[in-house]
């Protein structure tokens, strides 16, 4: 069973950054995806940015250059580094892992900018 743990988010103002992390622990397979979702009140969970184990990444057109994403295979490690916050990236913030055949969740956290 695959282990998926977010840490990092919290409150800040706008125009302001957080850094999330998530580390997946336990797949007997290559995790070929690592990315990143969010979920805001009333709203469906929409990608925020993925990343493949090659280097290829997705961007959100509604993060693009505003946020980075970037992974340790290694440590099967991703990280969203955010920057120039807006009240709009208000939301819960679930990273996902992708291994053949299934998908692996953590259990979210929450980043709240504040205007």
């Known amino acids: 069973q695959v282990q998926v743990v977010e840490s990092g988010g919290g409150l800040v103002q706008a125009g302001g950054s957080l850094r999330l992390s998530c580390a997946a622990s336990?797949?007997?397979?290559?995790?070929?995806?690592m990315g990143w979702y969010r979920q805001a009140p009333g709203k469906q969970r929409e990608l925020v940015a993925s990343l493949d184990s090659s280097g290829f990444t997705v961007y959100s057109d509604s993060v693009k250059g505003r946020f980075t994403i970037s992974r340790d295979n290694a440590e099967n490690t991703v990280y969203l580094q955010m920057s120039n916050l807006k009240p709009e990236d208000t939301a819960v913030y679930y990273c996902n892992a992708v291994v053949p055949r299934l998908s692996y969740w953590g259990q979210g956290t929450q980043v709240t900018v504040s205007s």
């Open positions: 336990g797949s007997r397979f290559r995790i070929n995806i």
